[in-house]
C-alpha cells in the first residue's frame, strides 16, 4: 500500500457524475478492469471510493426563488437538507480526430458525452475527484 496508482484509462472507463442538487460535475476514474454495467455507474464509482454524497444542502437553508417567495426547494422555513446523492454516468466518447481539446469543449464539460480528438481522457478534468481508486474489499 501507500502511494498512488497511475493506472491508465480506456475510453468508456471514466464516469461523470453529477450533484442532483446543485449539479457539481465529478469525474471518476476506473482501472481498464472495471466492469460497469448500465444503470450501475453510481455503486461502481461509491466501491472505488468515489464520493456519492454531497453536503452541499446539508444545513444550509436553501437560497430564496427568482420570485423570492420560498426557498428553491419549496418548503417554506427550509434549515438545511441531508446530503444529496451523485449520480454517475459512464463516459460517452466519440473520437473526432482534429477537434480542438480544451478546458472549454472537455477539461470543463459537464455532461458524460465527449466528442473530442482526446478520445475522453481530458472530459471533465477539472472535477476530477483525488483519493478514488480504492480497491474493492
Ligand atoms: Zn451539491
Ligand atoms: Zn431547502
Ligand atoms: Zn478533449
Known amino acids: 500500500m501507500g502511494g498512488t496508482a497511475l493506472l491508465a484509462v480506456e475510453p468508456g472507463q471514466a464516469l461523470i457524475g453529477r450533484c442532483t442538487g446543485c449539479r457539481k460535475a465529478y469525474r471518476a476514474e476506473l482501472p481498464g478492469s472495471a466492469i460497469v454495467c448500465a444503470g450501475y455507474a ?3 464509482a461509491r466501491n472505488y471510493g468515489y464520493p456519492t454524497w454531497h453536503d452541499c444542502r446539508a444545513g444550509i437553508p436553501c437560497p430564496l426563488d427568482k420570485d423570492a417567495l420560498l426557498p428553491a426547494c419549496g418548503f417554506t422555513g427550509c434549515d438545511g437538507h441531508d446530503r444529496t446523492p451523485i449520480t454517475y454516468k459512464p463516459l460517452k466518447v466519440t473520437y473526432k480526430p482534429g477537434a480542438a481539446c480544451g478546458p ?3 477539461g470543463g464539460a459537464v455532461t458524460a458525452t465527449c466528442v473530442c480528438s482526446c478520445n475522453g481522457k481530458n472530459h471533465g478534468s477539472a ?7 480504492r480497491p474493492l474489499r
Open 127 to 133: 472535477w476530477l475527484v483525488s483519493g478514488g481508486l
Open 42 to 44: 453510481t455503486p461502481v
Open 104 to 106: 472549454g469543449n472537455c
